[in-house]
């Protein structure tokens, strides 16, 4: 009996083979797109809304592969939401005009990369003007990087007028892209502003690279009041669930103004959720200011906001105090470019495959050994994705059995022939 069970075992195991019954794996993209390639060399394709819409949140589930689907290594330029660095340089002097001015300068101990400085001043109640200027180590006179930049501290509202009940203090300075290792600043009086003015102390946002190449994308904008609190509500939709941006651009009819805004985003419901089910909250992303201001005879405006991130849904909550709400006109919205690039090899086609939240992401040489990324793509042909074409979920792919029904017959009818030859033989040779 040991043979009998054995060859039975043998038998059933044979069957299984046949019939080919294995679990369909979930890491699979569900989305596939073709790609133009011009011509043969590297290649590079911008990434658009489908693929923030359908991929995962870290874009490690994109693939290419060429037509005998065949992975392809690839290069991905993706701008990182990271806030910037802080670093606190060196006060190296400080100096003042009374009654109108504070300086200080700033010694960072070598090039290093600035986009904003953020100031603590003293007072609470003021508007102020910021002059930056920087200089490299080895040059002797001062660039001027800006001079219409304003600071603002605004005191908390009574609570018995319904407006903002809290102080807010908007003291960063936005600056063009700069690696002096000195900087100058010197903050400027208000108007009818008494009181010492100190500049208490500055720190620095830094970047790793430079400002990405942003288009414009205008959201679908939704515009409430709430007359309780005073603010303008404007609700953005950004059309896919983890778009990259970079600014907010407003547009407004006053001819002078200045408004606090916070800026709040609200994560998707997660893949699978019921519909109808708790909404998530809203996340606070940062604080701004917009501004429009008659200074000797110019206008002096701030209608940008800078804050990176990666969601559908943005809000602005504009504080009106007791002001009337602006005129606002459109909403722009700046989305940084980002691209995959990859090596097109002579005669092949190649598709863009996405859409598999449990495939792993992908470990390739390629970004290891190109050297400067940057320069790597600069030599690149744009190529062009095709509109997406949706593959079949896991779940509602057609099963082997179904697709090749006469092959399953055939693999039962050859497991039963050879289950019966085997138990024939063994009974014969157990008799």
Not at 76 to 91: D, N
Request: aromatic share 6%.
């Amino acid at each position: 009996m040991r043979i009998v069970e054995g060859r039975l075992g043998g038998g059933l195991a044979l069957a299984a083979a046949a019939l080919g019954l294995a679990a369909a794996p979930l890491d699979v993209p569900t989305v596939e797109r073709r790609i133009d390639v011009p011509r043969a060399g590297r290649v590079t394709v911008a990434l658009d809304r489908d693929v923030y819409e359908h991929a995962r949140l870290d874009l490690g589930d994109l693939r290419v592969v060429d037509d005998e689907d065949r992975p392809v290594p690839y290069l991905l330029e993706r701008v990182g939401e990271e806030v910037p660095a802080s670093k606190t340089p060196v006060i190296l002097n400080r100096g003042f005009v009374r009654g109108q001015s504070a300086t200080v300068t700033l010694d960072f101990g070598g090039p290093v990369l600035k986009r904003e400085l953020v100031l603590s001043l003293s007072g609470e109640n003021f508007r102020r003007r910021v002059v930056v200027e920087g200089r490299g180590r080895s040059e002797e006179t001062w660039t001027t990087l800006t001079d219409t930049a304003y600071v603002f501290a605004v005191p908390a509202a009574s609570a018995e007028g319904g407006g903002d009940t809290v102080a807010r203090r908007y003291e960063t300075v936005t600056l063009p892209e700069n690696n002096q290792q000195f900087l100058r600043v010197t903050v400027m009086k208000g108007e009818d502003e008494t009181g010492e003015l100190e500049i208490r102390g500055v720190t620095a946002g830094t970047a790793a690279g430079r400002r990405p190449r942003e288009v414009p994308l205008v959201p679908r904008t939704v515009k409430t009041e709430d007359t309780q609190r005073h603010e303008t509500l404007l609700t953005l939709d950004l059309g896919a669930r983890h778009q990259p941006f970079r600014s907010v651009s407003l547009q407004a009819a006053d001819p002078r103004f200045f408004r606090g805004v916070t800026v709040e985003a609200r994560p998707d419901p997660p893949p699978g959720a019921p519909a109808g089910g708790p909404v998530p909250p809203w996340i606070m992303l940062g604080e701004c200011a917009i501004y429009r201001y008659e200074v000797s005879g110019r206008t002096v405006e701030s209608l940008r906001l800078e804050l990176p991130g990666r969601q559908r849904t943005l809000r602005l909550r504009i504080h009106n105090r007791d002001d009337a709400p602006l005129g606002l006109g459109a909403v722009t919205v700046g989305v940084p470019v980002e691209r995959l690039a990859f090596e097109a090899a002579p005669q092949r086609r190649y598709r863009l495959r996405y859409g598999a939240p449990a495939l792993m992401a992908p470990a390739f040489d390629l970004p290891r050994t190109v050297g400067d990324a940057a320069l790597w793509t600069a030599a690149a042909e744009e190529g062009r994705l095709h509109p997406p074409v949706p593959l079949a979920a896991p779940s509602e792919r057609v099963p082997w059995t179904d697709r090749h029904p006469a092959l399953l017959w055939a693999g039962l009818v050859i497991t039963v022939a050879v289950l019966g030859l085997v138990t024939r033989r063994a009974l014969r040779a157990a008799g």
